[in-house]
């Protein structure tokens, strides 16, 4: 892939060929939790393989701004442990830049401290919906304050939080994860039931740290006040971003990628479970468990595939690979369709919106309705000026779609990817050609 890189365009050439082998930073989901946890853990906590990504960084900002002592050496992080009641008043509020990860995540803990504190983000995370979290946060008796009916800042006055038993209303693993870290701070067992499996990261981080979890169907138990104990771990590389690179080698004629050590948790790999059934050549080898978090390499080969409909109860654990697979739909062989994914236009961008303008520009048909997108198969793409909105799944998605595109594929503000994984463009350039 030849590459021109200033500081917000990226131009994508069309590929004969993706071949090598690569490795993919620490998973981003899975960083946020450990470091949160390591802050009000006892002792210190060293996370290896940390996510690189701005997220992350928010993550780790905030942390520090109340008073956790945070090093970080490339992608080795440590944090000092606060102990549960060890977190000091930030002195202004506390930014989460662009992560809703960071935001609804933190607002469990900020609910459990006897202190005042705000919570920002930036202007995309400033439209995002939070009154998800303030519900159940207030329910258990924390008081926050939001504008015009749950959107950022969140002003939180925590205090002195009781147990519940809450039934989440929409599957969402940030959600789930505020509660059951509010839930640390309380006097007794606070229980979250989920309608349908999410991610499961918070859980086992949470095991691994010596809380008192307990499973039992879809109802998740954390016993409160009990001492988390910091300690050293590994993150897997990121399965999300992964699948980008899995699409590229789908996609691309002559391919051959081996991804060494991806994060294979099974509430995370849905896109294998779709794809492979539909033709594509993905294997799996040296799986293995690691703190909890299984993880392996794939090797992935160029692949005909038939596409077809995602059925409504995959959505909620496609989530972040939905815009991908749009994308990837139009090279299979009857495209791909999905309903039920209304959370999409919530995301960094109104996903559904994004993908489906940016597929019309490089000449796609694709039909969006208010919870899903239809792509046609068998289309041909024309390299065009694609606008990510500031999104870094747009800008990945579309800049596979620059490898199969005839002629060149322009993205604009393409630093976004940065988001996620700065080294995005680079690693994509090292093994298409
Ligand atoms: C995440 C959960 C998902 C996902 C996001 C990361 C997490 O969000 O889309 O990228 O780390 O828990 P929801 O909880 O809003 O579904």
Do not use: W
Not at 247 to 275: K, M, S
Not at 318 to 324: A, G, K, N, R, V
Request: charged share 20%; proline share 5%.
């Amino acid at each position: 892939m030849a590459l021109f890189t200033s500081s917000k365009i990226q131009t994508v050439s069309p590929a004969k060929r993706v071949q090598g082998e690569i490795q993919l930073p620490g998973d981003k989901s899975i960083s946020h939790r450990l470091a949160v946890l390591g802050a009000i853990a006892e002792g210190p906590t060293e996370i290896h393989f940390f996510s690189p990504s701005a997220d992350c960084a928010s993550t780790l900002e905030c942390l520090k701004a109340l008073g956790v002592r945070v090093e970080r050496h490339s992608d080795v992080v440590t944090l000092q442990g606060a102990g549960l009641e060890g977190l000091k008043q930030p002195p202004t509020a506390l930014d989460a830049g662009n992560s809703g990860s960071t935001m609804r995540m933190l607002s469990g803990i900020l609910a459990g401290q006897p202190f005042q504190s705000t919570l920002a983000g930036d202007a995309s995370l400033s439209g995002r919906p939070m009154q998800r979290v303030i519900e159940p946060l207030a329910q258990m008796g924390a008081r926050i304050g939001s504008k015009d009916g749950g959107l950022p800042p969140l002003d939180i006055q925590g205090g002195t939080l009781h147990a519940i038993r809450y039934e989440l209303p929409v599957p969402s693993a940030q959600v789930k994860s505020a509660v059951l870290f509010a839930g640390l701070f309380v006097e007794g067992t606070t229980e979250v039931v989920e309608p349908s499996a999410t991610r499961d990261h918070t859980e086992i981080a949470l095991e691994q740290m010596g809380a008192k979890i307990g499973r039992h169907g879809r109802t998740i138990a954390v016993r409160g006040r009990a001492k988390l104990q910091g300690r050293k771990l590994y993150v897997p590389g990121d399965v999300s971003s992964a699948a980008f690179f899995i699409a590229a080698a789908l996609l691309v004629e002559n391919a051959d990628l081996v991804i060494h050590h991806v994060g294979l948790n099974p509430t995370r790999t849905a896109l294998l479970d779709l794809l492979v059934p539909m033709g594509a050549r993905i294997k799996v080898t040296n799986a293995e468990s690691l703190h909890g978090e299984l993880l392996g390499d794939l090797r992935v080969e160029s692949s005909k595939m038939r596409g077809g409909e995602i059925p409504e109860a995959a959505v909620p654990s496609l989530i972040d690979e939905l815009p991908m697979l749009a994308v990837l739909g139009t090279q299979t062989e009857h495209g791909i369709s999905f309903r039920g994914a209304r959370e999409l236009r919530v995301k960094e961008s109104d996903r559904i919106a994004a993908v489906a303008e940016n597929l019309r520009r490089t000449g796609a048909e694709v039909e969006e309705f208010p919870d899903g997108l239809r792509v046609a198969g068998r289309q041909k793409l024309r390299g065009a000026e694609l606008d990510p909105h500031g999104d870094h799944r747009i800008a990945m998605a579309f800049a596979v779609a620059g490898l199969v595109a005839e002629g060149e594929t322009v993205i604009r503000d393409s630093a976004c990817v940065g988001i996620s994984y700065p080294d995005f463009f680079k690693v994509l350039a090292s093994i298409s050609s």
